[in-house]
C-alpha cells in the first residue's frame, strides 16, 4: 500500500506560477513511476505528466509542454510539478499517482493503468 499526499495548490492569476508537491510513503518510491493528473468540473481525469523511477525520462500532456515540469527526488519520496504560464484552463484539481507496472522507460498516459492516488489539490487560475 502506497499513500500520497500532494500540497502546494492554490490562487493564482494567468500568467503565475505554482509548484505541487506529493509525498509518498514507503520504501519502494524508487521503483515506481509516477504521473500527474487533472481533473476540471465536468471533465474526465487526464494526464498532465509523468516521470519514470530514475527521472531519466518525463512525459508531457501537449497542453502543459514547455509550461510545465515534472521531477522527483527519490532520497525524500517525492515528485513535483512545477507549473509555469498558468492559464485559466489549467484550473482543475490535480492528482499525482503511482503506476508500478510499465514499460519502462514509457509512461502510461491512462488512468486506469495507475495504481495509487494521493486526494488531490486544487489549482485555480483567474485571468
Known amino acids: 500500500q502506497v499513500q500520497l499526499v500532494e500540497s502546494g495548490g492554490g490562487l493564482v492569476q494567468a500568467g503565475g506560477s505554482l509548484r505541487l508537491s506529493c509525498a509518498a510513503s514507503?520504501?519502494?518510491?524508487?521503483?515506481?513511476?509516477m504521473g500527474w493528473f487533472r481533473q476540471a468540473p465536468g471533465k474526465e481525469r487526464e494526464f498532465v505528466a509523468g516521470?519514470?523511477?530514475?527521472?531519466?525520462?518525463?512525459y508531457y500532456a501537449d497542453s502543459v509542454k514547455g509550461r510545465f515540469t515534472i521531477s522527483r527526488d527519490n532520497a525524500k519520496n517525492t515528485v513535483y510539478l512545477q507549473m509555469d504560464s498558468l492559464k485559466p484552463e489549467d484550473t482543475a484539481v490535480y492528482y499525482c499517482?503511482?503506476?508500478?507496472?510499465?514499460?519502462?522507460?514509457?509512461?502510461?498516459?491512462?488512468?486506469?493503468?495507475?495504481?495509487?492516488w494521493g486526494q488531490g489539490t486544487q489549482v485555480t487560475v483567474s485571468s
Open positions: 514507503g520504501r519502494t518510491f524508487s521503483t515506481y513511476g
Open positions: 499517482a503511482v503506476v508500478s507496472s510499465y514499460r519502462y522507460p514509457y509512461i502510461p498516459k491512462r488512468r486506469d493503468d495507475y495504481n495509487y
Open positions: 516521470i519514470v523511477r530514475n527521472g531519466g525520462n518525463t
